[in-house]
């Protein structure tokens, strides 16, 4: 429907067979976007692929779009197709106003689906939720921990939350 221009103009995903509409994004949450993108790409390396606010196939009714994906590196940059749930390995979801969408049905379906770690950054507390150890049959991560201070990435290294997000 997307690509038969039904939406043109409209920021939406398609989430467990819904169509959801996305809010415009505030000048800070843009902000953190942009800080992430660059942490990330300089902690990460060539190790992986990063992609921003591009699709990503979770199964035949999910196609989110988060705000930064962490793939299984690709040559082609996913240029035949979208990452899938198997080549993700940690997505990451910057919410102030969709806080309770992105803990709730957005990790629901990420479990869902297997991915492996997804970070949730809290703009109203200042803080990252990570959830990992995705149970795919309950659709819920069995581990949750709300970090203050750091984060780890898929390669081991951390990420300083001071470096991502800007002062208030």
């Known amino acids: 429907m997307a690509e038969a221009g039904l939406f043109a103009g409209e920021r939406v995903e398609l989430l467990d067979g819904v169509i959801v509409s996305m809010s415009p ?26 992609r921003a606010q591009a699709p990503v ?12 994906a962490v793939c299984r590196a690709d040559t082609d940059d996913y240029a035949g197709a979208h990452p899938t749930a198997a080549d ?31 970070w949730l950054v809290n703009l109203v507390s200042g803080r990252i939720e990570v959830f990992t150890d995705p149970d795919t049959a309950a659709g819920r991560y069995k581990r949750h921990q709300v970090v203050a201070d750091e984060a780890t990435l898929p390669n081991g290294r951390t990420l300083k939350l001071a470096e991502i997000l800007p002062p208030r």
């Open 25 to 50: 994004q505030s000048s800070r949450h843009a902000a953190v976007i942009h800080r992430l993108w660059r942490a990330l790409a300089r902690e990460l390396g060539g190790e992986f692929t990063l």
């Open 57 to 68: 196939v979770l199964g035949a009714s999910s196609e989110p779009e988060p705000d930064l």
């Open 88 to 118: 993700l390995r940690l997505v990451v979801e910057v919410a102030d106003s969709s806080l309770s969408y992105d803990r709730g049905d957005k990790s629901r379906s990420y479990a869902a689906a297997g991915v492996p770690a997804y």
